[in-house]
Nanobody, 118 residues
């Protein structure tokens, strides 16, 4: 069974930076894309950024120009560099790997807390 493990969360002051990492155990055949989602208290989980195995990226409008997603397909690892952090970025961040073999399948990490506060 594939497991995803996030790391790099924590407490940072407004304007600061954090880098999240998410590594999958083992090889994921048919990997299609990797992404980061976040969920703030009382809100729905939302897409932050995603990257396909071909390198195409998508970002939420709220993080464009501040966050950068990158991936290492060979290592089954995805990163999220977060700069100029704002208090509204506070949330639990989840990584998701999506693959397609005979059908689509998603794998989720357990989440990493990111708190932006002075």
């Amino acid at each position: 069974q594939v497991q995803l493990v996030e790391s790099g969360g924590g407490l940072v002051q407004p304007g600061g930076s954090l880098r999240l990492s998410c590594a999958a155990s083992g090889t994921i055949f048919g990997l299609k894309s990797m992404g980061w989602y976040r969920q703030a208290p009382g809100k729905q989980r939302e897409l932050v950024a995603s990257i396909t195995t071909g390198g195409s990226t998508t970002y939420a409008d709220s993080v464009k120009g501040r966050f950068t997603i990158s991936g290492d397909n060979a290592k089954n690892t995805v990163y999220l560099q977060m700069n100029s952090l704002k208090p509204e970025d506070t949330a639990v961040y989840y990584c998701k790997f999506s693959r397609r073999i005979l059908s689509d399948q998603d794998f989720w990490g357990r989440g990493a807390q990111v708190t932006v506060s002075s």
